[in-house]
């Protein structure tokens, strides 16, 4: 602890206790400006003297699930400086056998390494022209486990093959028919316009035209939680929804955590890494707290006639956990609906086979859905074609009222 009080009496332990959350933040785990804040605050409350206190400081401010306390334990006392546990990761990183139950522990050092190892492990990357070999045999296993793994448990090297598998994706939403009409050949409709001008042309009859309903593909609005507990994923869709935005037109994209912010112009820019780094820098509340309710209606009060005409399907996308009263939130939910063709909503927490929805904010928007699926990797996200497929929404309405029963 003599380094870290020198640290304080310099004035750096703020910057400190920030590096550490940006080491967290890099190996996936959601930590917001909010939660920085707070253990920052923490720390100069009770102190440095105590290492202990110390830790479950920053462990009760920066650790929200709790399978992320390994790695927190792991980065905790490898960046502040304990020499024990990092022969206890280097070891872990040997060609040694292990149990079944050690692959969970070796996968977060893994994670742990590579966010320190960072821009040193790239320069040496582009310093080396060794001649790469694959093996054929064993490229199908690897892109089928890469389908399966979950975003929050994907290493740095899997997250950008993931984004470059997301890029090719494609919705192959059926069109529906406007108001508009077209001339056609057999329509039920009389084209009166065009009878009369044929008739102009023929003085021995009048020849009938016919027209029929124009068909497009309806508007297709996005709705993503940005908050921390959807750090990973909500990063993750961000490119799924800036290759739909290319693909077609129509496409409306809003991103939310305390507020609403509207990113549509933002993701029709051509290059991803420059659509997204626009998003970065107009949207101020990556990371933090969630308001469901507060946001949706911001978004039926100010946006929903504008963006949700001609029957456009919504995607929303968000764990449902929301920290402000539900008590508005179902009603919400119900015009959000009732304003869209369909709304699906993808979740995350629909990976563990075991969730229920008990939490407040899900039995409030869970009866106001068409579609409740899961979006935590690249499979989830390939079988959205199926869903805009489906032209009736009776079987996940019946599904969802046996998992309200259940619950």
């Known amino acids: 602890m003599a380094e870290m009080q020198e640290a304080d009496e310099s004035g750096r332990l703020a910057d400190n206790i920030m590096h550490f959350a940006r080491l967290l933040r890099s190996t996936g785990m959601p930590v917001g400006s909010d939660r920085l804040l707070n253990a920052i605050r923490g720390v100069r409350e009770i102190g440095i003297g105590n290492r202990e206190e110390f830790y479950w ?3 009760a401010n920066l650790v929200s699930r709790q399978e992320q306390r390994e790695i927190f334990d792991q980065a905790f006392h490898i960046f502040w400086r304990n020499p024990l546990i990092l022969e206890k990761l280097l070891g872990a990183m040997l060609p040694t056998v292990r149990l079944e139950d050690e692959a969970e522990q070796q996968e977060l050092s893994r994670r742990l390494t590579e966010a320190m190892a960072g821009s040193q492990e790239k320069e040496a990357k582009n310093g080396e022209d060794d001649q790469i070999e694959v093996d054929a045999s064993l490229t199908f296993s690897a892109e089928e486990s890469l389908r399966d793994k979950d975003f929050d448990k ?16 494609r919705l192959a939403i059926p069109e529906v028919s406007t108001r508009r009409f077209k001339p056609g050949d057999h329509g039920q409709a009389i084209d009166m316009r065009a009878t009369l001008r044929a008739s102009l042309r023929n003085e021995a009859a009048i020849p009938l035209r016919h027209k029929v309903r124009r068909r497009r593909p309806p508007p297709l609005v996005f709705i993503c939680d940005i908050s921390g507990s959807m750090s990973r994923y909500s990063r993750m869709f961000l490119h799924f929804m ?4 290319n693909d077609r037109d129509r496409v409306h994209a809003f ?3 305390t507020r609403l912010s509207n990113i ?6 051509r290059d991803v890494d420059e659509a997204l780094q626009g998003v970065t820098g107009a949207v101020q509340d990556w990371s933090g707290g969630t308001r469901i309710g507060s946001c949706l209606k911001d978004f039926n009060a100010n946006w929903s006639r504008r963006v949700l005409g001609q029957g456009a399907v919504t ?3 968000t764990d449902g956990l929301d920290r402000e009263d539900t008590a508005d939130l179902g009603g919400q939910m119900e015009r959000l609906a009732k304003s869209s063709r ?5 979740n995350p927490l629909l990976r563990y086979s075991e969730f229920e929805p008990r939490a407040r904010g899900v039995r409030a928007m869970l009866p106001h859905v068409d579609q409740f699926r899961a979006a ?4 989830s996200l390939q079988e959205l074609v199926t869903v805009f497929g489906s032209t009736s929404s009776a079987g996940s309405f019946a599904a969802r009222r046996g998992l309200m029963t259940a619950s």
Do not use: P
């Open 376 to 379: 935590h990797n690249l499979n």
């Open 315 to 317: 995607i929303l996308v």
């Open 255 to 257: 991103v939310f955590a």
């Open 342 to 346: 369909q709304l699906i909503w993808l």
């Open 154 to 169: 994907m290493t740095t090297s899997e997250l950008l093959e993931a984004r470059r598998a997301i890029a090719h994706f």
């Open 57 to 59: 400081t920053l462990f």
């Open 242 to 245: 800036h290759a739909v935005t």
């Open 264 to 269: 549509s112009h933002h993701l029709r820019q």
